[in-house]
């Protein structure tokens, strides 16, 4: 079946213009990621949504970052007046309940 | 959280088995040990998990020690296409969800 996906997969932005980006996951999975990896580091975790309870936003690197998660499906990442430091690879990832995560193949964000 | 522990970088030959060790030493006894790697360029990739016995797949082996503080990751006829950064986790368990966060994971060379 079709995995996590993500778009776009390559952004390219201003410093100090916002950006969205958004992760499509697997059908029916109830637990939903977002990671960041900056370029030769390991992975950073952001936040996560957990079915219908309040989302573990404790990663997100300042209130410039938000996410969202409509209907327990489709997320939004936003990043508000981006920095060059925001340049990374974000990752997308979702599970069922206590299964094995599964990653999309990660927005490219690179901010001049 | 259970944290683990595992070597920044290890070499194996071409056909060797690749063994990568991880240490979780304050796992507690419902949590599993899952095993991920990342291929350059490329989101984590799931390969094994377990809770207490040993556990073999098309991929890999994983061997926990009785008290489950520790694991190794076997990979056995390791080839060019295996050199990636292997992640160990033990996701915390949280209101029947796991929170997972990678720590800096193995860095595998497979040397010609």
């Known amino acids: 079946g079709a995995g996590v996906s993500q778009s776009p997969s390559n952004k390219v932005t201003e410093k100090g213009k916002d950006v969205e980006l958004r992760c499509d996951p697997i059908?029916?999975?109830?637990?939903l990621y977002w990671y960041r990896q900056s370029l030769g580091q390991g992975l950073e975790f952001l936040i996560y949504f957990q079915g219908n309870s309040a989302p573990d936003k404790s990663g997100l690197p300042s209130d410039r970052f938000s996410a969202e998660r409509t209907g327990g499906s489709v997320s939004t990442l936003t990043i508000q007046r981006t920095q060059q430091e925001d340049s990374a690879v974000y990752l997308c990832?979702?599970?069922?309940?206590?299964?094995?995560?599964?990653f999309g193949p990660g927005t490219r964000l690179t901010v001049t | 959280d259970a944290k683990t522990t595992q070597p920044t970088s290890m070499d194996c030959a071409e056909g060797r088995a690749a063994n990568l060790p991880c240490n979780h030493s304050t796992i507690s006894g419902n949590e599993y040990v899952y095993w991920y790697r990342q291929i350059h360029s490329q989101g984590p990739q799931y390969i094994i998990h377990g809770l207490k016995n040993n556990e073999t797949n098309e991929m890999a082996s994983l061997i926990i020690t009785e008290d489950r503080k520790s694991s190794t990751l076997i990979l056995p006829h390791a080839t060019l296409r295996d050199t990636a950064v292997y992640y160990c986790i033990v996701p915390v368990n949280s209101g029947g969800y796991q929170k997972v966060t990678f720590g800096i994971g193995t860095k595998l060379q497979v040397i010609p």
């Open positions: 990832a979702s599970s069922l309940e206590r299964h094995t995560i599964h």
């Open positions: 059908s029916g999975h109830t637990a």
